[in-house]
């Protein structure tokens, strides 16, 4: 196939290492600012992989003609975060063909709604194959331009959802391909609720806070800043977030057993689990508070799980919390900036049944 690929960030770059290593013809693509990582693969014409990923895998096309990376796709991924979705869906206008999917890459929080919405598209429009996944597959890092380490790769529950859904298994057989650990979910709310990254970062970072400005992030995040109390925080949100998919007639998998499931953990447990991590042992805490584990995961999605569930009367005192205290060491209203809220997802006046419907 011939795979664009827009985000040259870690996500990105491993995505198009994975599939050029593959056989696949892979274009990466960013906006001018974001120039290194791009200028180093367009010199080399390769992408250098280390620890899961060896060796290097070549790229057709890396640059900043868009028209020119994604000519002829069979498949886009957008790999960018929760931010930068919009920008990224503008660009994209003029430039959708009905032969290729379109896929965000993770949702990080309704990313396949926001995408339509960018492009002018009604959300049950289905001309195109547009969709998330749940997650990124790979714990990643660039270590410079044109080198991307990989430490952990998605073995299973890497969840995929088309918008509408009937459109879903034209999107899961292109990703197969290559990630055959992805799987069908019911929709996009499945995908975006069972990202679990504002279920453990917000909590970590908020009960570690003085620990990270002490010492500018001196400590693993997950083995050092997991204890019994952060534990606890991070299973009362997981439980408000699987109550809210009840309500709304999804089944959202608690996040330690995905965990186990992905290849992150080692047991399902909240404690061990997450501080004993194989996944997580080697992640390093933030240097400051401000930082996309508060200033991206609270807005973008705490923000929409308190206000979707309040929608359905779900009550969620722990999500709430949590924004409140984000909000106050970091001197912003959250809540006031909240981007993504079902009002203007076009969520509001859905009922139950249609939402699973979507």
């Not at 664009?4 to 600012?33: C, K, M, P, R, Y």
């Not at 992408?47 to 990923?53: D, N, Y």
């Not at 206008?93 to 919405?117: E, F, I, Q, W």
């Not at 909240?270 to 991590?277: D, P, R, S």
Request: charged letters at 20%.
């Amino acid at each position: 196939m011939r795979v664009a690929i827009l985000g040259s960030g870690n996500g990105g770059t491993a995505a198009a290492f994975e599939w050029a290593q593959a056989g696949h013809e892979v274009s990466l693509w960013d906006f001018e600012e974001f120039g290194e990582n791009i200028a180093a693969i367009a010199a080399s014409g390769h992408i250098e992989g280390r620890v899961k990923f060896e060796g290097t895998a070549p790229v057709r096309y890396a640059g900043h003609d868009l028209a020119r990376a994604v000519d002829g796709a069979d498949l886009v991924l957008v790999v960018g975060p929760a931010y930068a979705h919009e920008a990224l869906g503008e660009s994209l206008r003029g430039h959708l063909s009905t032969d290729a999917a379109y896929c965000m890459l993770p949702s990080g929080c309704n990313g396949a709604v926001v995408l339509k919405k960018a492009l002018g598209l009604d959300l049950l429009d289905d001309t195109y194959v547009i969709g998330e996944t749940g997650t990124l597959p790979y714990g990643c890092r660039l270590v410079e331009p044109g080198v991307v380490r990989v430490t952990t790769r998605v073995l299973d529950g890497l969840f995929v959802a088309a918008l509408p859904s009937t459109r879903t298994d034209e999107l899961l057989g292109k990703l197969q391909v290559v990630w055959p650990q992805a799987e069908a979910a019911a929709n996009v709310l499945q995908t975006t609720l069972q990202n679990g990254n504002p279920v453990l970062h917000p909590a970590i970072m908020l009960l570690n806070a003085a620990r990270i400005e002490n010492t500018g992030g001196d400590f693993l995040f997950y083995t050092e800043g997991v204890t019994p109390a952060t534990a606890r925080l991070m299973q009362a949100i997981d439980d408000e977030r699987i109550a809210l998919g009840e309500a709304i007639g999804v089944r959202i998998v608690p996040d330690p057993e995905l965990g186990v499931r992905q290849g992150y953990l080692s047991e399902a447990t909240w404690l061990k689990g997450y501080n004993q991590g194989i996944g997580f042992a080697k992640s390093q805490a933030p240097r400051t508070l401000d930082f996309r584990y508060l200033t991206e995961d609270v807005p973008y999605g705490l923000v929409f799980i308190s206000e979707l569930a309040r929608q359905f009367g779900v009550p969620t005192p722990a999500v709430d919390t949590v924004i409140q205290l984000a909000s106050i060491v970091l001197d912003t209203d959250f809540r006031a900036q909240g981007r993504r809220l079902p009002a203007d997802l076009g969520f509001a006046d859905l009922t139950p049944e249609q939402v699973r419907a979507l």
